[in-house]
């Protein structure tokens, strides 16, 4: 079955479409030394500690299928959608039947169930760049939460986007050469809309290459920004970690320091 969802008439879909549709075929090879499986062990442990019970999970935002592949291994129930058919084409070639993988835009979620763990992951919030976009995501999220459910997902830091977003780097894995060009004001200030390139050139056969040029805006959301926009939505920040390279998570989040905010969120009690 496939789902296609167009969304809210903005650029920001339009943005995040084109900085991943070209990238897709090589999406894998550009992040082969992301370790999912640890950071899904940490995603799933911080929504135990908040009392997910059950195995039902929706993926916002799944991009090819690794953040939502070691839960789907793990027993999990697995729903997934993203923006990019052609992220979308990826996940499913790699799970087939195993799992549900839709094309649908996060700011106008399809009734595609009720789930007790919900992710949005890789700082995929972080390409919502207009006012409300943010609202619109969690009101999506919240109203597929089941009773007791968790949502769980990250941000990029300050830090990142100083850091990350403003320097310039390539790396090469099994036949692809990557570049990554970053655009960014390295005294950028909470808030700020920022952008990085990556060339990519994947050698098909012989001495012939292909090039995918993808450009990638995103916004900072400073921590009061998200929380006030989850409680707008019914949403409570019941926990709030710090994340650095290498999976490792602290209890205490610091913007200037960390390369992500970790946040967990269930329905507010009324």
Known sequence: MTISIAGPQDPTGEATLHAYEP????????????DHERWLSAV?????????????????GCGSGKSFLPLLERGYEVTA???????????????GA????????????????????????????????????????????????????????DTNTLHTYRSVFSTVFAHEDDGAFFCWRGESDPECGPGSVCAATIEAFACERAELWRRASSRHVQRHYPPS??????????????????????????????????????????????
Request: glycine share 8%.
């Open 44 to 60: 799933e442990g911080l929504a135990r500690e908040q009392g997910l019970s059950g195995r039902r999970l929706l993926d916002v």
């Open 98 to 153: 195993r799992a549900r993988v839709v094309v649908a835009d996060m700011r106008a979620l399809p009734p595609l169930g009720e789930f007790d763990l919900i992710t949005c992951l890789d700082d995929a919030v972080n390409y919502l760049l207009d006012d409300g976009d943010l609202e619109a995501a969690f009101a999506g999220m919240g109203s597929l939460l089941a009773p007791g459910g968790v949502l769980v997902f």
């Open 225 to 270: 920004e998200v929380m006030l926009a989850l409680s707008r939505r019914g949403l409570e920040c019941v926990a709030l970690k710090g994340q650095s390279p290498g999976v490792r998570v602290s209890d205490d989040p610091d913007e200037s320091r960390h390369t992500k905010p970790i946040y967990a969120a269930k329905r507010r009690e009324v």
């Open 81 to 95: 959608c993203d923006i990019s058919p052609a992220m979308v084409a990826e996940a499913r070639r790699k799970v």
């Open 23 to 34: 990238l897709a075929p090589l999406y894998d090879r550009f992040t082969a030394a992301y």
